[in-house]
């Protein structure tokens, strides 16, 4: 199954199901990404999410209305209720465009090939961008071989949807082509510039960049003289750095951001954001890659160079950001909901990065704020380097994700087992313990059995 640049264009869900889980996939209803987001904030706005798990069903299986659920004839799939996964992306389950092996083991474990027979709900939480989620989407669902949705995924620029209302016109950086206007475009801003618009109106701006046939096609002709620029959007890695830090440079020291003008006081520009901070990222190479905040840094040093010591002031979204855990908050809230009947949050996210700088510290700091747990693992195939101490320490070092998702299922069934048997003797029996609160009858291998005559315990929802 295939989606067509203009299955993209109209928006809507996106998603590239693999050939052999066609057969195997029942259909899911699933609202436009943004729809989704947005019904999510709508509801974390009016209600208390653990008051409403009080008076909800937590059961995660659908079952027949009028029919007594059978210890026999368990709801399938089963799904885990009381914990979640969130992934980087980027060194942690892809490198160089291409899957990290575990990876994709790692998916078939959360996806139900597991020895406690359960799916486990996660999304993707990435500091990478230049394409639209759904876009994303389709390249990790062929490369991990499942299939991913768009309410599953956030960019290091999805954020950047909720502040269309705020600016008029704005300059969007970096990408392929005109990727990031398409992805500016499609989340609601109504006049977006680029910097080949900026080149085509005034080859001089850029002395040494000079625009290909193609570019020159697809940039759009204006007086930028005149043209008020209210903001300046980093959307993705920049593609040409000399020519980028020029122009945001121009509009930084401008009047009002027009470019062209030049500030006496060098505080009249327009603000500016940057999707995310990594200084380095993994990508195919051997050593990590320069990312888009070294070239944060080179914008503000080269800023106060220029203007005699003045400090430029610029924002970045992504992760270790607080606001996008709080935003991944809702996405996960609604995936549950909306993809596994799960109408409560979870006691426990567990977040696999591979930087201890944006995952391992964004996590952390988020842990100390947030109701519900959320526990870092670090994992060893991207910019970490093993052997080295972390800036920001995890709860648990691995070496793959895979061995992160065998972890977090191993603690959850500790956690459960400890609940399940209190301060009870070792002579009381646990059989067939699970981890969505249910018991499991009639597995060829039950996850956990003790025996003892006397008498046997069964397991406590959560």
């Known amino acids: 199954m295939t989606a067509t640049e203009r299955d993209i264009e109209e928006g809507g869900p996106v998603v590239i199901t693999p050939e052999r889980m066609m057969a195997q996939r029942s259909q899911s209803q699933h609202g436009g990404f943004a729809a989704s987001l947005e019904t999510a904030r709508n509801e974390l706005a009016q209600i208390d999410l653990e008051e409403e798990a009080m008076i909800s069903p937590t059961s995660s299986s659908p079952e027949t209305p009028g029919t007594p659920a059978s210890p026999l004839t368990p709801a399938y799939p089963p799904t885990a209720d009381s914990f979640a996964f969130a992934f980087d992306i980027d060194g942690v389950l892809i490198r160089g465009g291409r899957p990290i092996p575990e990876a994709i083991e790692a998916m078939k474990v959360l996806n139900g090939g597991n020895e406690y027979g359960m799916k486990v709900p996660y999304i993707f939480l990435t500091n990478g961008g230049g394409k639209t989620e759904?876009?994303?989407?389709?390249?990790?669902?062929?490369?991990?071989?499942?299939?991913?949705?768009?309410?599953?995924?956030?960019?290091?620029?999805?954020?950047?949807?909720?502040?269309?209302?705020?600016?008029?016109?704005?300059?969007?950086?970096?990408?392929?082509?005109?990727?990031?206007?398409?992805?500016?475009?499609?989340?609601?801003?109504?006049?977006?510039?680029?910097?080949?618009?900026?080149?085509?109106?005034?080859?001089?701006?850029?002395?040494?960049?000079?625009?290909?046939?193609?570019?020159?096609?697809?940039?759009?002709?204006?007086?930028?003289?005149?043209?008020?620029?209210?903001?300046?959007?980093?959307?993705?890695?920049?593609?040409?750095?000399?020519?980028?830090?020029?122009?945001?440079?121009?509009?930084?020291?401008?009047?009002?951001?027009?470019?062209?003008?030049?500030?006496?006081?060098?505080?009249?520009?327009?603000?500016i954001y940057f999707s995310h901070n990594d200084i380095v990222w993994s990508a195919a190479h051997d050593n990590v890659r320069l990312g888009m905040g070294a070239l944060r840094k080179m914008v503000e040093m080269l800023f106060k160079d220029l203007t005699k010591g003045k400090e430029l002031e610029t924002i970045a979204f992504g992760k270790p950001q607080i606001g996008t855990f709080e935003f991944a908050t809702r996405l996960l809230q609604q995936w549950r909901k909306d993809e596994h009947r799960i109408n409560r949050p979870p006691e426990t996210v567990y977040f696999v990065g591979d930087t201890p700088e944006s995952d391992i510290r964004?996590?952390?700091?988020?842990?100390?704020?947030?109701?519900?747990?959320?526990?870092?693992?670090?994992?060893?195939?991207?910019?970490?380097?093993?052997?080295?101490?972390?800036?920001?320490?995890?709860?648990?070092?691995?070496?793959?994700?895979?061995?992160?998702?065998?972890?977090?299922?191993?603690?959850?069934?500790?956690?459960?087992?400890?609940?399940?048997?209190?301060?009870?003797?070792?002579?009381?029996?646990?059989?067939?313990?699970?981890?969505?609160?249910?018991?499991?009858?009639?597995?060829?291998?039950?996850?956990?059995?003790?025996?003892?005559?006397?008498?046997?315990?069964?397991?406590?929802?959560?």
Not at 155 to 165: F, K, L, N, Y
Not at 235 to 249: E, K, P, T, V, Y
Not at 434 to 453: F, R, Y
Request: hydrophobic share 30%; glycine share 10%.
């Open 134 to 271: 759904a876009e994303r989407c389709i390249d990790l669902s062929r490369q991990l071989d499942i299939e991913v949705s768009p309410a599953q995924f956030i960019c290091g620029h999805t954020p950047m949807r909720e502040m269309v209302a705020k600016y008029e016109t704005v300059l969007v950086i970096g990408g392929e082509g005109e990727k990031c206007r398409q992805v500016a475009e499609g989340y609601g801003f109504r006049d977006v510039v680029t910097p080949g618009d900026i080149i085509k109106d005034n080859e001089a701006t850029t002395p040494f960049r000079k625009l290909t046939d193609e570019e020159r096609a697809n940039s759009r002709k204006r007086n930028h003289g005149k043209t008020k620029i209210g903001a300046i959007f980093v959307f993705a890695d920049s593609r040409d750095w000399a020519g980028d830090i020029q122009i945001i440079l121009d509009l930084a020291m401008s009047k009002g951001g027009y470019i062209g003008t030049l500030s006496e006081t060098f505080d009249e520009g327009p603000p």
């Open 362 to 462: 964004g996590t952390n700091q988020f842990n100390d704020k947030s109701k519900n747990e959320w526990y870092s693992i670090l994992v060893k195939t991207g910019v970490y380097q093993d052997g080295t101490e972390p800036a920001y320490s995890p709860k648990i070092t691995v070496d793959t994700v895979l061995d992160a998702v065998q972890h977090g299922m191993k603690r959850e069934f500790s956690k459960k087992m400890q609940k399940a048997t209190g301060g009870m003797p070792d002579g009381l029996g646990l059989k067939h313990l699970s981890l969505n609160g249910e018991t499991k009858v009639g597995t060829k291998t039950p996850i956990l059995e003790i025996s003892e005559p006397s008498s046997e315990v069964g397991t406590p929802g959560l």
